[in-house]
């Protein structure tokens, strides 16, 4: 199958809705293509899945799998709709996900949820794995969310900024 490039997969994209911009979309994408074959990847909250086509093609490209989990009963119908179609549309039915649980280890957990939902995740990513925050409503205070520190992992946060909430500092710009 031959390899999709971001440029060619944010195309691909058109007007679905979501929040992911094209930065934060190209970040995303680049994460999904540096792992290695076989990875798997956790997406905890995808809405209408526009996040989820990203990283299905990126995961397609280098052989990872991705499994979704969302709770349905917070949106509209129509999200799980848009994202149904989303996947089988964009061909992903073989590379993404829904699950209702998944146990690690987990090579790249993306959170764009409510808070809530992430704490059992975090010690599933395994040693070396990525953790990315993105399009949540502040930054995380990882000593809330009970992070092993004895477990290395690399995070990242972008918080979407809301009324006069500060963009972090010292934060990585992804």
Known sequence: MKMVDFRTAHARLGNHPGRIGPQEGEALFNCVMSLPAGAVILEIGCEAGRGTILIGIAARNVGATVFVLEDWSRLTPMYKTRWDWAVKTH?????????????????????STELREVPDRLNDVKEGGLILFLDIDRVVDLKELKLLEAKPVQIYQKVRVVDDLPEPENQPNI
């Open 91 to 111: 061909g992903l039915t073989d590379t993404v996900y829904l699950a209702d649980g998944v146990s690690g280890p987990i090579d790249l957990l993306v959170v």
